[in-house]
T-cell receptor, first 114, second 111 residues
Framework: GAGVSQTPSNKVTEKGKYVELRCDPI?????LYWYRQSLGQGPEFLIY????????DSGLPNDRFFAVRPEGSVSTLKIQRTERGDSAVYLC????????????FGEGSRLTVL | KQEVTQIPAALSVPEGENLVLNCSFT??????LQWFRQDPGKGLTSLLL?????REQTSGRLNASLDKSSGRSTLYIAASQPGDSATYLC??????????FGSGTQLTVLP
């Protein structure tokens, strides 16, 4: 596709449920990032993939959060046993390579945990 | 730990005015600095990318400067228009290439 695509755009779930958020990066981009943005704040780094491997997962808040990118393209962010504090917009970004610098963001998945 | 601060948090100006948005960062060992625009309920749109070896970048009515030694960047918007109303975010990239963002400046340009 022309840009970074994220689905679903909105997800409402109940506390304790499991959710998956999907990111389809720009074709050919090897670097993929997940960020989380709370209301009125800038995005916060969660995890970075170079190809299929998670090169840096230091931003994941706890072990309820996990992300995969099995074929080096589409990535899925998985959240287990969701809590109300997980409510935020989850943004995905990609860049041509890690060193290219410029990141292109998707429109985000807004997660609401009731 | 890198910290990025943006001042002011909100700004309202009449149409046609030139304006400056400020960004400061605590660790000068950056790889690059990027300015983004975010419209309500939308993702981020990249405006300008300044590599650490550069002093400024220009795109149309936008000019961004970088002073690494003092840990500062400014985004200059000339002849502002109502369509420029949005939140502007500054982000710096360190050796790990992950971006650290400021909280943004919410700009309103009044017709």
């Amino acid at each position: 596709g022309a840009g970074v695509s994220q689905t679903p755009s909105n997800k409402v779930t109940e506390k304790g449920k499991y959710v998956e958020l999907r990111c389809d990066p720009i074709s050919g981009h090897t670097a993929l990032y997940w960020y989380r943005q709370s209301l009125g704040q800038g995005p916060e780094f969660l995890i970075y993939f170079q190809g299929t491997g998670a090169a840096d997962d230091s931003g994941l808040p706890n072990d309820r959060f996990f992300a995969v990118r099995p074929e080096g393209s589409v990535s899925t962010l998985k959240i287990q046993r969701t809590e109300r504090g997980d409510s935020a917009v989850y943004l995905c970004a990609s860049s041509l390579t890690r060193n290219t610098g410029e990141l292109f963001f998707g429109e985000g998945s807004r997660l609401t945990v009731l | 730990k890198q910290e990025v601060t943006q001042i002011p948090a909100a700004l309202s100006v009449p149409e046609g005015e030139n304006l400056v948005l400020n960004c400061s960062f605590t660790d000068s060992a950056i790889y690059n600095l990027q300015w983004f625009r975010q419209d309500p309920g939308k993702g981020l749109t990249s405006l300008l990318l300044i590599q650490s070896s550069q002093r400024e970048q220009t795109s149309g009515r936008l000019n961004a400067s970088l002073d690494k030694s003092s840990g500062r960047s400014t985004l200059y918007i000339a002849a502002s228009q109502p369509g420029d109303s949005a939140t502007y975010l500054c982000a710096v990239s360190g050796s790990a290439r992950q971006l650290t963002f400021g909280s943004g400046t919410q700009l309103t340009v009044l017709p």
